[in-house]
């Protein structure tokens, strides 16, 4: 991934840049065609939550993507495919599922923040994007999309699911995504004890082999949660909620 160099905000601008705007729309017509993602704003005259920074929000040069529960393979295909072109387009970071993708760290750091961004992915934007960046452009710069959730016929949510006793969030989801599956360990906590253990890699946190997938299977049931899901031989990915 290659990312423009970060410019902060600050302070509030007049509403939406045309770039964003722009960005927005081409997203929701490459993605949104069946509901898997929708708008999630743009301009909003505030700080960053928890923080005395002022958001890109607040110059109108930032927007939110709201991923539908069931879709979270499609962030992903968001995520890979802008990353892939972030410089040419103009876009200084991403922040999703506990990750930021940014100049500083192309492939991505922990990110901490008031919202652990798990249902949106929040994408800035330089300045000159902000101002010039437009459907047309990001069509030519991105000329083969990724499949889109129109063409994501084999997607569904598995109905295995581990609740955490008192809370109505499940700790791990297990989705079929054309043909392989993906765990989702929910709780950044757990996440990071797979790693410590060395079950898991820090390096590719996402990635795991087969004998890995059940590795961290056990782990959990041995921590007390009863899971059962079986792993593609193709391997599976594990990721943060």
Same mark, same amino acid.
């Given at each position: 991934?290659?990312w423009?160099?970060?410019?902060? #905000?600050?302070?509030?601008?007049?509403g939406?840049?045309?770039?964003a705007?722009?960005l927005?729309?081409w997203?929701?017509d490459?993605y &949104?065609?069946r509901?898997a993602?929708?708008?999630?704003?743009i301009?909003?005259?505030?700080r960053?939550l928890?923080? $005395?920074s002022?958001?890109l929000?607040?110059?109108?040069?930032a927007?939110d993507?709201?991923?539908?529960?069931?879709?979270?393979?499609v962030?992903d295909?968001?995520?890979a495919?802008?990353?892939?072109?972030?410089? *040419?387009?103009?876009?200084?970071?991403i922040?999703?599922?506990h990750?930021v993708?940014?100049h *500083?760290?192309p492939? &991505? =750091?922990d990110?901490y923040?008031?919202s652990p961004?798990?249902?949106?992915?929040? %994408?800035e934007?330089?300045?000159? #994007?902000?101002?010039s960046?437009?459907?047309?452009?990001?069509?030519? %710069? %991105? $000329?083969?999309?990724l499949p889109?959730? #129109? *063409?994501?016929?084999?997607?569904?949510?598995?109905?295995?699911q581990v609740?955490i006793?008192?809370?109505?969030a499940?700790?791990?989801?297990?989705?079929a995504?054309n043909?392989e599956?993906?765990?989702?360990v929910?709780?950044?906590?757990h996440?990071? &004890?797979? =790693?410590a253990?060395?079950?898991?890699?820090?390096? *590719?946190?996402?990635l795991c082999?087969p004998? $890995?997938?059940?590795? #961290?299977?056990s782990q959990l049931?041995?921590?007390?949660?009863?899971l059962?899901?079986?792993c593609?031989?193709s391997g599976?990915r594990l990721?943060?909620f």
């Amino acid at each position: 991934m290659d990312w423009a160099p970060h410019v902060a #905000a600050a302070g509030c601008g007049a509403g939406p840049t045309p770039g964003a705007l722009a960005l927005q729309a081409w997203l929701l017509d490459t993605y &949104g065609r069946r509901g898997a993602v929708t708008g999630g704003g743009i301009y909003n005259c505030r700080r960053v939550l928890g923080s $005395q920074s002022w958001s890109l929000h607040a110059e109108g040069r930032a927007l939110d993507l709201m991923v539908t529960p069931g879709w979270v393979p499609v962030g992903d295909q968001v995520l890979a495919q802008l990353g892939q072109f972030g410089l *040419e387009l103009g876009l200084q970071r991403i922040i999703w599922w506990h990750q930021v993708y940014d100049h *500083e760290s192309p492939g &991505g =750091r922990d990110y901490y923040g008031t919202s652990p961004h798990t249902d949106h992915l929040h %994408i800035e934007l330089t300045w000159p #994007a902000a101002h010039s960046l437009t459907v047309e452009r990001i069509a030519a %710069i %991105i $000329q083969v999309p990724l499949p889109d959730s #129109a *063409e994501a016929t084999d997607m569904r949510l598995d109905p295995v699911q581990v609740l955490i006793p008192g809370e109505s969030a499940p700790l791990v989801q297990v989705y079929a995504w054309n043909g392989e599956r993906i765990l989702h360990v929910t709780n950044i906590g757990h996440l990071n &004890g797979l =790693r410590a253990l060395g079950i898991l890699s820090t390096k *590719e946190p996402d990635l795991c082999t087969p004998a $890995q997938f059940d590795a #961290a299977v056990s782990q959990l049931r041995l921590w007390g949660f009863d899971l059962s899901c079986p792993c593609a031989e193709s391997g599976c990915r594990l990721r943060p909620f």
